[in-house]
């Protein structure tokens, strides 16, 4: 029997973050086909002790591991792309190029266009797009999705359509 490939999924602040903010990286461990990774420079972007405290949480429940760079070409990528974007955003993208990973980010402008240009379109993940994943796997009802929608918005992070069933129906 061939054991199901894992995809491993490198996370940046803002995903990680929005998740947080709707007490959801539980997520993280309950989709399956995935590993979730945080580079230590994600690590070190979560300030708020209360987020701290949640991120230590996932950790030590195994829904998402800390991930060092060590390969000279990644660092050297690393470095390239922090002078031009944030140094999460920058290890994120370093590492989803490098180790052929998926990149979770909701950051657009240069960390976009960048990701863009470097990796495949099927490479990339967002908030809302873990959101439906985790409703097709049965883990979120469209109206829980809804709901975190909601919180996010109080947050300052707007999704541009009105429900995840229209995201849903359009695919």
């Known amino acids: ?31 399956g086909g995935f590993e979730f990774v945080v580079p230590e420079q994600v690590v070190e972007e979560v300030k708020y002790p209360d987020q701290v405290t949640v991120l230590n949480e996932a950790l030590a429940r195994g829904w998402v591991r800390k991930e060092p760079s060590t390969d000279v070409a990644e ?6 792309l922090s002078g031009v974007m944030g140094k999460g955003e920058a290890a994120c993208l370093a590492m989803a190029q490098r180790r052929g990973w998926l990149v979770a980010c909701d950051e657009a402008g240069r960390f976009r266009r960048e990701a863009e240009a470097r990796l495949a379109r099927d490479r990339l993940v967002n908030t809302p797009g873990l959101m439906v994943l985790a409703i097709r796997r049965g883990l979120l009802t469209v109206e829980e999705a809804d709901r975190t929608k909601e919180v996010l918005a109080t947050r300052n992070y707007r999704m541009r359509f009105r429900s995840f069933r229209d995201l849903l129906e359009g695919q």
């Open 75 to 80: 660092i050297a990528l690393y470095a390239e």
């Open 1 to 31: 029997m061939v054991a199901a490939s894992i995809r491993t999924v490198v996370v940046d602040a803002s995903v990680l973050i929005n998740l947080i903010h709707v007490k959801r990286l539980d997520l993280f461990g309950k989709l």
